[in-house]
C-alpha cells in the first residue's frame, strides 16, 4: 500500500534517502544539474583560458589547468555524495572514474615544462573529455526517467 501511495505521488521509494518524504525524479534530476551545470561553465571557462595561452604563455597556461584539475576534483567529490538511485549508480561510478581519470591527465599536463610538451597533451586531453561529456548526458538521461517496478526495491 505504501508504494502504491508513493507511486500515486510519482515519488520514488528508492530515492527516500535524500530527504523525509518525497522525492521525485524532476527533483533528483534538478538536485543534479545544480551541480553538474555550474562544473561545464567553469571547465568551459578554464579550457578557454588554457587555449588562450596554450601558445604563447607557459605559466598562465598551467593556471588555467590546475583551475580547472581543482573544478574537476570538487565535482567528483559531488558526485560521489551524491545520492544516486541504484539503478543509475553503476553509471555514476563511470562517470566518477571518467572524472577522476581526466583529472589526473589534466594535473599532468599542468606540469610540462614547455609549450610543446603542455600541447603534447591535447589530444589524450580532449578524448578525456569527451568520455566525461559523454557520461554526464547518459547519466542526466537516466536520471530523467522514472526507475521501472524491477528497479523499485
Do not use: W
Not at 583529472?103 to 610540462?112: D, F, M, V, Y
Not at 566525461?132 to 522514472?146: F, H, I, N, P, Y
Amino acid at each position: 500500500r505504501h508504494k502504491v501511495a508513493l507511486a500515486a505521488a510519482e515519488c520514488e521509494p528508492n530515492l527516500l534517502s535524500i530527504n523525509v518524504g518525497c522525492t521525485t525524479v524532476q527533483m533528483l534530476n534538478s538536485r543534479y544539474k545544480s551541480i553538474a551545470n555550474p562544473v561545464v561553465q567553469q571547465v568551459n571557462a578554464d579550457a578557454a583560458a588554457y587555449g588562450a595561452n596554450e601558445r604563447r604563455n607557459l605559466t598562465a597556461a598551467e593556471a588555467a589547468l590546475r583551475a580547472m584539475v581543482t573544478v574537476e576534483n570538487g565535482f567528483g567529490t559531488s558526485l560521489a555524495r551524491f545520492p544516486f538511485p541504484p539503478a543509475v549508480a553503476p553509471m555514476a561510478k563511470t562517470l566518477i572514474q571518467a572524472n577522476q581519470a581526466g583529472a589526473k591527465l589534466i594535473a599532468e599536463q599542468a606540469r610540462s615544462s614547455s609549450l610543446p610538451q603542455l600541447r603534447s597533451f591535447n589530444h589524450r586531453v580532449k578524448a578525456a573529455g569527451a568520455a566525461v561529456q559523454t557520461d554526464m548526458k547518459l547519466l542526466s538521461k537516466a536520471l530523467e526517467s522514472r526507475p521501472t517496478p524491477n528497479q523499485e526495491p
